[in-house]
């Protein structure tokens, strides 16, 4: 008898809990603001699983909009990776380009917001921009250094880009 009260109360208390909830969750539910095509969210630092660092980024996946090449003297170069539908359409393209850089951490969390600087043999940038979990890069032959930096932390990579060879770099933060 004393079991299922004490089951009773649990289920009474658990009940409570939702309920009082609920008026949290309706109001974070009605400041939702559709995102309009000419708008892109600003990246959060924070990594969550499948890329999603905050509800702009899950708005964003709505969106469908693809991420834009981007072209800076002779680099082009596309950034995202919010989502499997974005990250599937990088996929796809990646054989064009000759860098493809991952941003994850250690836990395998997809990671936003790594601001990515190459520069040439000679030590003049040639490319800065801020990346998602995903960046490709179209360089022309030769040898770079690539500075990647978030938050506190930083890493360089030296690549060599030539030919058919595409160079993978793996950033694990």
């Not at 359409?89 to 054989?95: G, S």
């Not at 520069?119 to 040898?143: N, V």
Request: net charge negative.
């Amino acid at each position: 008898m004393q079991r299922i009260q004490i089951n009773q109360l649990l289920l009474i208390v658990a009940a409570v809990a939702v309920l009082a909830a609920m008026p949290v969750m309706a109001d974070m539910l009605s400041t939702v603001v559709p995102i309009e095509d000419e708008q892109k969210p600003a990246q959060s630092s924070r990594a969550y699983p499948l890329g999603l660092a905050d509800a702009d980024e899950a708005a964003l996946l709505q969106s469908k909009e693809l991420p834009q090449r981007v072209q800076v003297g002779p680099v082009a170069y596309i950034t995202g990776g919010i989502g499997d539908d974005e990250r599937d359409q990088l996929d796809a393209i990646k054989p064009e380009y000759n860098v493809y850089v991952l941003n994850a951490s250690k836990a395998g969390e997809y990671i936003c917001n790594t601001n990515i600087v190459i520069r040439d043999q000679h030590g003049a940038e040639i490319l800065g921009a801020s990346a998602g979990p995903i960046f490709l890069a179209k360089l022309p032959a030769g040898s770079y250094s690539l500075a990647a930096s978030r938050e506190s932390q930083s890493q360089i990579r030296h690549i060599k880009v030539g030919g058919i060879k595409s160079r993978s770099l793996y950033l694990i933060w």
